[in-house]
């Protein structure tokens, strides 16, 4: 049977099974069912948790290079990082660290031989231990938090540092609720950000955004909002000297095997591209409701957001040059349970989620990304 086979890794806060009712994990319940469920193209997942989980269908604490005897049997890897310096939460920085070079070499070569990455993490350094080295994904990506000098983060002098988790710099993509206020669970409610997109060369519109064919000429304009997101790198951005990638002719060796990051083939250099921006809106404080679980001891930000746009979604179309395609996000949350079907603890509308009409725009986007991302023979196999 022809399909596209994925690995889905997770590490640290995560977890793998039904929605957590008590926020005291952030489920990806509604993601994983929409990638089972898809008929065209039928996606095969496997799930893995680097901090272990018993609802992975990879028992144990994942590893990259040991874990899975080939990582080239999937068609892509897609990488949801939380482990990694927070200062919201100072103790992320004892849990695993980053990956090993063993495992940087297993991704190296699984992207190499045309395997697709999916990766994301949020504020500071969230993701960073998992996801800060691997060849593209780590100049398609602030993933470093201001502040962190940790010699073990081995973080390159010239990457640009993520936005903080708090203060009037905070990546705030919230959009005011039905009350006109700017409530931390406003992220849980029916009310989504709005997206910038932006044509890509010889491209347009990105087909990852394209809802077609059952709904022609549609495009995903709108994304789960979230209180303080990250963001990505890429050409095209925002700002040209803040949105591109730090680097584009490094050659990285692990384990005694160089890999060159960026290739050229026939004269030609393919570049990761800025395909959607998001906006802060400015002049807000963000409210915490007083005594719920939910908000995970976060407390009310009074500083003012100060009004500004991010880049959102990065992509590299590395099959132009033989090797395999990546997507970098700017936030987790845009795949969360609680982003997108309610958060059970908040109150009123934000238990609610989306709506049925915007969350099946969202499973469309998420099956266009699983479609672009595959490896060449699995899309020639869809064909």
Known sequence: MSGIRLLLVVDGFFSLG????????????????????STCPKVFVDTAHRDGDLDATIWGKFDFAESVHDLGVYDEIWLFGYNGPNKADPKNSDLKPRVRDDELLALARFMQNGGGVLASGDHEGLGSYMCGHIPRVRTMRKWFAIGDCDPLSKIPPEAPRNWPVNGEERADTLQKNIEEKYHFTNQSDSIPQPLTLVKVPDVGIHPVFDLGPHQPQKVLRHFPDHFHEGEVLGFGGVDRKTSEPWTLNDTLTFKGESFVEYPTKNSRQEKPRIIATGNVIGGHETLVEKGKLCESGFEPDKTVTAAKSINTLSVYN??????????????????CDLNLIGDPCAVKERTQGFDREFLEEMDGFFINVVRWLAHPRAQESQD
């Open 18 to 37: 039904p929605q957590d009712r008590n926020d005291r994990s952030f489920s990806i319940s509604h993601l994983i069912k929409a990638l089972k469920s």
């Open 318 to 335: 590395g099959h132009t040059v033989g090797i395999g395609r990546v997507l970098t996000d700017s936030s987790f949350h845009h795949f």
